[in-house]
């Protein structure tokens, strides 16, 4: 039992560890200035791309940016879209590299937007049936979690390459079409490595969770 509260503990500080740099980053970056706002930005690199017809709209919440491929609209948290600074300019050109890939059929988005349904299940339903499993001491309902929630891991995996494409594309452009110069663009990747290592503890943190579990069948 011991190591298996030993990994859970080290899967929460990750998970703090990370969430805390990336404020921290996107704190740090704020304060350097650039010269347009997020949500310039993000218009520039769309309407360089062809891709007029993709929205930009406001939204509430911080770090709450996110692409919708559905309605082809960005969404930028509001110290994004009208933050004038080196942090704003890299997450909204961040989000804008997803409308990039969703315009290209980028092949793991392609993967990763079919996984969706079957990870949303595979969360819900495969949490659920492990930590029943662990409460009623029944490894069979814990291997059917397993089974369940490894979809939640599989569609992980397959994100992270899609969130450094997004950020490599966002550097690309930030760049190559003016909006910072190039010795700005450390500032930018401070940020986006960050956010990165998100989505990367968010894997680990999945795969600690399942051993977690597993680990418990085999105590039974």
Do not use: W
């Not at 492990?130 to 490894?150: E, V």
């Not at 594309?169 to 930030?174: D, I, N, P, Q, S």
């Not at 450390?186 to 977690?212: C, E």
């Amino acid at each position: 039992m011991a190591p298996a509260l030993i990994l859970m503990a080290i899967a929460f500080v990750l998970g703090l560890l990370a969430q805390s740099r990336v404020k921290s980053a996107f704190g740090q970056m704020s304060q350097i200035d650039a010269r347009m706002s997020g949500q310039q930005a993000a218009r520039q690199m769309l309407h360089h791309a062809g891709l007029d017809d993709v929205g930009i709209e406001e939204i509430g919440g911080r770090l709450s940016d996110h692409y919708d491929p559905r309605s082809k609209v960005l969404r930028l948290s509001s110290d994004v879209f009208h933050g004038r600074s080196m942090a704003a300019v890299g997450v909204a050109c961040h989000e804008a590299g997803h409308a990039l890939q969703d315009a290209s059929s980028y092949g793991p988005l392609v993967i990763r937007n079919l996984a969706v349904p079957t990870a949303n299940f595979g969360s819900g339903v495969g949490m659920s049936l492990l930590m029943l499993g662990a409460i009623l001491g029944m490894t069979g309902l814990i291997m059917l979690g397993a089974i369940l929630f490894s979809a939640v891991i599989a569609f992980q995996l397959i994100n992270l390459p899609v969130e450094f494409d997004a950020s490599r594309r966002a550097r690309h452009a930030l760049v190559s079409q003016g909006m910072i110069a190039p010795n700005e663009e450390r500032y930018v990747a401070k940020v986006l490595d960050a956010a990165a290592m998100t989505y990367v503890a968010g894997a680990v943190q999945s795969i600690i969770t399942l051993i977690y579990y597993l680990m418990l069948s085999g105590d039974e």
